[in-house]
Structure formats: C-alpha cells, structure tokens
T-cell receptor, first 112, second 113 residues
C-alpha cells in the first residue's frame, strides 16, 4: 500500500457520460498530480494541485476538470466521454517534487 | 523541450545483470527517477538521482547519470523473475507555478529462467 488511495479501481461507462475519479493523497503530502496512461500516449501529465490551488496544467482536455478539497483529497471529473478516453488514470502525491511522487494503484476507465 | 526516450524491450536470463537506458533532453532537470510498474499495478518509485551526481547505488540497483550526453541508466544486478515489469525513467521539470514528472515510454523487462 503506497498510501495514495484511488477509487474506484474499475469503471465502465458509456460514451457521452460523466464520471468522477477520487484520490486521497499520502498523509502529509500537499501536492496531488493526475496522470493518464494509455497504450498510444504513454503516461501523460494532466494537472497538479497544491494545497487546494491549481499549480500546473498539462495535456488536459477541456472536457476534463479537477479540484482539490480542504481535506486535500482530489477529484478528477471527466465529461462527454469518448472511446478514446479509455485509459488508466493515476493520482500521485508528494511533499515536494524532488523526492519523487508516490502513485496510487490507478482507476481503469473503460468507455463503451 | 522535454522528451524522454527508452528502448521498448529487454530480455535477460535470471541471475544476469540488466541495464535499462534512457535519454532525456531537459538539461534543467534537478532530479531523475526510475519507476517500476508491474502488471495491473501502479508505479513504484525505485530510486532517484540528483543531477549533480554521477552514480547512485542502492542494493541491487545502480543508477548512472551522464549529464553531458543526457543519458541515464539503471543496472539491476542478479536479475530475478520478480524483476519482470515495465521500467520508466522520468525527469522533473518546472511548469507554470508547479512541477511535473515527464516519463519515458517505458522498457519492458522480461526475465527468463
């Protein structure tokens, strides 16, 4: 157990739907990062939050949004889902980036 | 720009050493990392090296960094079947007001008996 908790582990949904992925960071970590892992794109950075504020944005689609709450857990919202959004979505947390990120076990999203 | 490249596959025999290579382009990276991903699992941080170091050893793992050539390698001594996994190198970079890890494509290590 890495200390980063992601729920749900698996999600199957239809095109056009909206889903919410949840992440609880490791105790003491203020930064949360979201990554998408797909076969064709590899691991892509989506977004970073630090203590409730958005700090960095990567290749995140406009249909996707995220937030970090006062208790530091984070949610990634994916809307108007397309088949190509099927992927593993990872959350990671860190105290500060230099020591590396601790990753959760991921949410596998399948859009049918 | 930032681009991290790795060879896709490596096959070794149990007991041999494995060497996984990585090249990167962002010379401003202060840290470089190696992560391991087993099937159906998340990414596990194996080790990292600060950019002013040439080498770091941690039990069976040895990381070599050549900053001039922007080349990073991970050597696994006495490779075991449990080492079979995908190995990612990653560099950290500043972006906006935060930071992000940029990952390589991953090298699938297969350990054969």
């Amino acid at each position: 157990d890495s200390g980063v908790t992601q729920t749900p582990k698996h999600l199957i949904t239809a095109t056009g739907q909206r889903v919410t992925l949840r992440c609880s960071p490791r105790s003491g970590d203020l930064s949360v990062y979201w990554y998408q892992q797909s076969l064709d794109q590899g691991l892509q950075f989506l977004i970073q939050y630090y203590n409730g504020e958005e700090r960095a944005k990567g290749n995140i689609l406009e249909r996707f949004s995220a937030q970090q709450f006062p208790d530091l857990h984070s949610e990634l919202n994916l809307s108007s889902l397309e088949l190509g959004d099927s992927a593993l979505y990872f959350c990671a947390s860190s105290v500060q980036g230099g020591n590396g990120y601790t990753f959760g076990s991921g949410t596998r999203l399948t859009v049918v | 720009g930032e681009d991290v490249e790795q060879s896709l596959f490596l096959s070794v025999r149990e007991g041999d050493s494995s060497v996984i290579n990585c090249t990167y382009t962002d010379s401003s990276s202060t840290y470089l990392y190696w992560y391991k991903q087993e099937p159906g699992a998340g990414l596990q941080l194996l080790t990292y090296i600060f950019s002013n170091m040439d080498m770091k050893q941690d039990q069976r793992l040895t990381v070599l960094l050549n900053k001039k050539d922007k080349h990073l390698s991970l050597r696994i001594a006495d490779t075991q079947t449990g080492d079979s996994a995908i190995y990612f190198c990653a560099e950290i970079g500043l972006t906006g007001g935060g930071n992000k890890l940029t990952f390589g494509t991953g090298t699938q290590l297969k350990v054969e008996l």
